[in-house]
């Protein structure tokens, strides 16, 4: 373009003139760049700006369409492991997404700050979501596979949270969402920075320091618990039942639901409404961060944190205000591997035949004393007959006993009483399939109870 063309456009000659004179003492023409920035540093008109303003858009637009080209393979990648199941995604940073996986099927990996959140996670399917822990050496226990069996259409949702993936099918009621050890601390640390947590440091304590983080769940989890009308902490080491409908609507109009009538929160089993007032009863813990510092456990989900801190106690204190208006239910029937005078309790799990799929129907059975002086005892609900449906039977003192048994079992035989609609489970011989001699054992044990007591007076005839 000729000087005089340019003059023509933008300026007076005597603008030009000293836009010429400024432009040969602060430029040496180096190059067509140099000239042209020159001059526009004098330009004084609508049109000037407008020019600049499209040469910065096309420089934009052309610098996003080459890297696009260059990272489009990073776009569809992911970090999550192969499994046969729907995963969720949830790495250090709380960025979830839930990404199908094909069985069999390797999956690549993406750069470990990059995973992609194309979707959000699935509606819930219940208006309870029970969460669960697994980490290292508890994904392996050959036990997990029967907690699963249990959990399909017991009623409400469960959300397993660790590492590594589960090489197990998932009942379509459950998720996994894929979290390290040290990312269920990194996000403790993110969501209480006032404690100052050194995550490093937690990498090689027991992992059985998650019964103190329990509590937090709603504040850790709060993303992936969103929808839901209540939450809670359930543990892994035992069988569920036809849980929502034991959940009745007078215990359901209560904030916090305990699985024992003495204790106001439980460990294995405990339900919260999903409010912000019940999620952060946890920052009324009188040494919370010193807690969580802590390397040992204290027992905090339960009654055994030293000083009142401990939801116990802390949920105690919070029933006392009259500004939260918290309400509580204490107490479900539950069925555990414990002994009693007549020996060790014996859980009996009937589930439906895949045909006809429903919750699976546990039934707590304890023999009785030949003199027929006591019933069964059952936490919170006295003494029973020889038989009560629960809605948990917890193997807390067997588990050891139970792994081992079934480790031993050979794959076949493995399969084989998996598949059985209706198992015993008890500490004393573990996972089995009723024989003959147990069921005629318990026909003429309800014999014997109907002849030696009248329930309607709770006298012996």
């Known amino acids: ?43 004084r008109s609508i049109q000037a700006l407008r020019l600049i303003i499209a040469i910065s858009a096309a420089t934009i637009l052309l610098q996003t369409v080459l890297y696009s080209v260059d990272h489009s393979d990073m776009l569809f990648q992911s970090s999550i492991p192969a499994s046969a199941n729907e995963s969720i995604v949830a790495d250090d940073s709380s960025l979830v997404g839930v990404i199908p996986v094909e069985p069999n099927k390797a999956q690549p990996t993406a750069p470990s700050l990059f995973v992609p959140s194309f979707e959000s996670p699935p509606a819930p399917k219940s208006d309870i979501v029970l969460i669960s ?40 009621n459950v998720r996994h969402v894929y979290l390290s050890w040290e990312g269920l601390w990194e996000r403790v640390k993110q969501r209480l920075p006032e404690c100052s947590l050194d995550v ?18 709603g504040l850790l989890f709060a993303d992936e618990i969103a929808g839901y009308e209540r939450w809670g902490h359930i543990d ?23 699985g024992l009538y003495h204790k106001n929160t439980w460990g294995p ?41 401990n939801m116990h106690e802390i949920i105690g204190k919070a029933l006392q205000d009259p500004s939260l208006g ?44 030949k003199s027929g002086a006591k019933k069964c005892w059952v936490l919170g609900y006295g003494n029973i007959g020889p038989e009560m449906e629960v809605i948990l039977c917890h193997f807390q003192y067997g588990k050891g006993s139970v792994n081992e048994r079934l480790a031993a079992m050979s ?51």
């Not at 000293?18 to 004098?42: E, I, M, N």
């Not at 892994?236 to 305990?258: A, E, H, V």
């Not at 005078?341 to 895949?354: A, D, L, R, S, V």
């Not at 011989?429 to 026909?443: H, L, S």
């Open 326 to 369: 918290l309400t509580i239910h204490r107490g479900v029937p539950v069925g555990w591997d414990g002994k009693d005078y007549n020996g060790y309790k014996t859980c009996e799990m009937k589930c439906p035949p895949q045909s006809n799929p429903g919750p699976c129907k546990l039934i707590r059975r304890c023999r009785q004393q």
């Open 411 to 461: 794959t076949t035989e493995l399969e084989a009483l998996y598949k059985h609609d209706f198992l015993l489970q008890d500490r004393e011989k573990g996972f089995r399939v009723p024989d003959p001699k147990y069921i005629q054992e318990r026909k003429e044990e309800q014999r014997q109870h109907d002849e030696l007591w009248d329930d309607s007076d709770s006298e012996v005839k």
């Open 200 to 217: 490093k440091e937690r990498a090689g304590i027991r992992q059985y320091k998650v019964i103190d983080i329990k509590p937090l769940y």
């Open 133 to 172: 822990t697994l980490f290292g050496e508890s994904v392996t226990k050959p036990h997990l596979r029967f907690f699963l069996k249990s959990v399909e259409d017991c009623g409400v949702d469960v959300l397993l949270i660790g590492s590594p993936a589960l090489n197990l099918p998932l009942p379509r």
């Open 1 to 43: 373009m000729s000087k005089e063309t340019l003059r023509g456009h933008f300026l007076d000659d005597g603008a030009f003139r000293d836009s010429q004179a400024a432009f040969r003492t602060s430029f040496s023409w180096k190059s067509p760049f140099q000239w042209l920035s020159a001059r526009l540093v004098c330009l």
């Open 269 to 309: 089993f405990t339900i919260f409404r999903n409010i912000p007032k019940v999620n952060l009863l946890f920052r009324r813990a009188p040494q919370l961060c010193e807690m969580l510092r802590d390397t040992e456990p204290w027992g905090f989900d339960e009654k055994f944190g030293k000083d009142g801190n």
């Open 236 to 258: 892994n080491d035992l069988l569920i039942g036809d849980t929502r409908n034991f959940l009745t609507p007078q215990m359901m109009s209560k904030d916090i639901i305990s």
